[in-house]
């Protein structure tokens, strides 16, 4: 018996390959968390890669555009013209996007103070109006045939457009959703999506010849309306990329990590707001902090730096941070007066939940700080002494892309340090389990032998909720483990979630169990 509670990507849930799950990523709204470059990462270079793949993409477009226009004019299929339309319009639309990258290599002045990021949104408006009107062109010529279908000359030849025009779209979706990855551009790999729908409909177009073919001309003006209706989708989800740019809006799991690692900066003592938006390609973030009481005001650009430090790295995308130190006073209700002991508990609750008229949404709260042995290894057995202190250091933190499961090329291109990962991975799990640790013949995870198939699945369903992934086999749990682990990151917080889990189990589940029976 085999079960899985599994959440693949980073917004929950997996599109899968072929052309089912390109549709499906077209229709929904995604986040950056695909190939994302480290922290800080050159805008000038991730301009230029810009400016190079719209080029490259504007002359595959206009290649396949003139071909099938040619073929148009032979044959007069409207599902073919569509297509064409449509493609054409692929090509109109990597023009403000060339516009935008590099009026972004401008630098700010003093009227525009942020640069100019902001043009590739621009931009996006400018693509959302054309995949409107592209839409509106097609469903006039197809209504309009429909009364009066005509068949479809030169067939062979309109079969080669639809081919020619499926492997133009696809080169450019490819070179396009790449580059828009590693160089962190929503509009390019919006571009690139729309290209490979726009092949997709080119291989629509071989029904109309079949039908065609067939005897049944009608069919080709149908093709063409339906094309036109799936225009229609394609641009409701480019209005709500571009409205979502527009209005700043950030992924709330961004927000939780940055509040996160900032909060685990020394001298921290507790993240009071963060703030992101996107520029561009580029994110910016502004981090409001209260310093421990052992930090002095003259230390506070000590603590600052060390925020920025902790957010290098974990933080995709982000090119600039600014830290506000605040004054404790300015936020608690009782300045001057004493802490007392209510303000004492509140103090390891999670910024969110610090401020009681404040509106909250769940969040986990950061792991225990680690202990060391005498040999320097890590005290994993040490650092609780029982769920209910577990629960008050905290559980594992928002799940990042390292926590989901591993490629198994990336652990090919680095099998010593996925040795040492899965090996602090086994030591860690048993000494806070004192249960058997299994290694899977599938590089990638780490498994945990429970007492029996009850507590297999308990832990399954409480494992899950602490946003880690996690897969059983009958009474083995199977976590994820990869050679990009770190030590006071992600094996931290899969020992974390496995201590905490399995002792609430050991000293309340399990007891009750038995009582029951």
């Known amino acids: 018996m085999k079960a899985q509670a599994s959440r693949l990507g980073s917004h929950g849930h997996s599109h899968g390959g072929g052309p089912l799950g390109w549709l499906s990523a077209i229709f929904h709204w995604h986040g950056h968390d695909q190939q994302e470059p480290g922290f800080g990462a050159d805008p000038a270079f991730a301009t230029n890669e810009g400016i190079r793949t719209v080029w490259i993409a504007l002359a595959l477009l206009a290649a396949t555009t003139v071909l099938q226009v040619i073929i148009v004019a032979i044959s007069g299929s409207v599902a073919l013209l569509a297509d064409t339309v449509h493609n054409f319009g692929d090509m109109l639309n990597s023009i403000p996007l060339l516009v935008a990258f590099y009026l972004s290599r401008r630098v700010a002045t003093r009227r ?65 959703i790449r580059t828009g990855n590693r160089i962190g551009s929503a509009s390019l790999v919006a571009d690139g999506l729309h290209a490979r729908i726009d092949g997709l409909t080119s291989m629509v177009v071989l029904v109309a010849v079949m039908g065609s073919f067939l005897g049944f001309p009608i069919v080709d003006p149908i093709v063409g309306l339906l094309i036109g209706v799936a225009i229609l989708f394609i641009a409701r989800d480019a ?30 003592e507790r993240v009071d707001y963060v703030r992101a938006r996107w520029v561009g390609h580029q994110l910016e973030s502004d981090v409001g902090i209260t310093l421990t009481d052992t930090q002095a005001d003259r230390e506070s650009h000590v603590v600052a730096a060390a925020v920025r430090k902790a957010l ?6 982000l090119s600039r941070i600014t830290v506000e130190v605040l004054a404790p006073q300015a936020l608690r ?50 650092m609780w002494t029982g769920y209910c202190e577990l629960a008050l250091a905290g559980g594992a933190p928002h799940r990042g892309t ?57 832990l399954l369903r409480a494992i899950v909720v602490e946003n ?36 609430y189990w050991q000293e309340h589940i399990a007891g009750q169990a038995t009582k029951g029976r």
Not at 136 to 142: A, K, N, P
Not at 147 to 171: C, H, K, M, Y
């Open 239 to 268: 209005t709500m990329r571009v409205w979502y740019r527009l209005m700043d809006s950030v992924d709330p799991q961004v927000i939780d990590q940055i509040e996160q690692y900032a909060s685990e900066a020394r001298g921290v």
């Open 312 to 317: 290098v790295g974990p933080v995709r995308y």
């Open 402 to 458: 390292l926590l989901e499961p591993v490629h198994e090329a990336s652990i090919a291109a680095n099998p010593e340090k996925y040795a040492w990962v899965l090996k602090e991975l086994e030591r860690g799990i048993a000494q806070v389990t004192r249960l058997p640790v299994r290694r899977s013949p599938v590089p990638g995870w780490i498994g945990l032998e429970c007492v029996d198939e009850e507590m297999a699945l308990w």
């Open 112 to 176: 525009y103070t942020y640069g100019f990021g902001r043009a590739e949104d621009v931009a996006g408006v400018v693509i959302v109006l054309s995949i409107v009107f592209s839409a509106g062109y097609i469903l006039w010529e197809s209504f309009a045939k429909l009364f009066d279908p005509q068949p479809i000359d030169r067939l062979s030849w309109v079969t080669a457009a639809a081919v020619i025009g499926f492997i133009g779209n696809e080169a450019v979706a490819l070179y396009q």
């Open 333 to 382: 209700a009782d300045a001057g007066l004493k802490r007392d002991a209510a303000q004492e508990k509140r103090g390891i609750l999670p910024p969110r939940y610090q401020d009681s008229s404040a509106q909250v949404s769940a969040a986990p709260m950061g792991s225990a700080a680690m202990q060391y042995d005498d040999k320097g290894g890590v005290a994993w057995d040490e």
């Open 468 to 503: 880690v992934t996690v897969r059983r086999e009958d009474t083995i749990l199977w976590f994820p483990a990869g050679p990009d682990f770190r030590l006071e990151r992600e094996i931290r917080n899969v020992v974390t979630v496995v201590a905490k889990t399995t002792h």
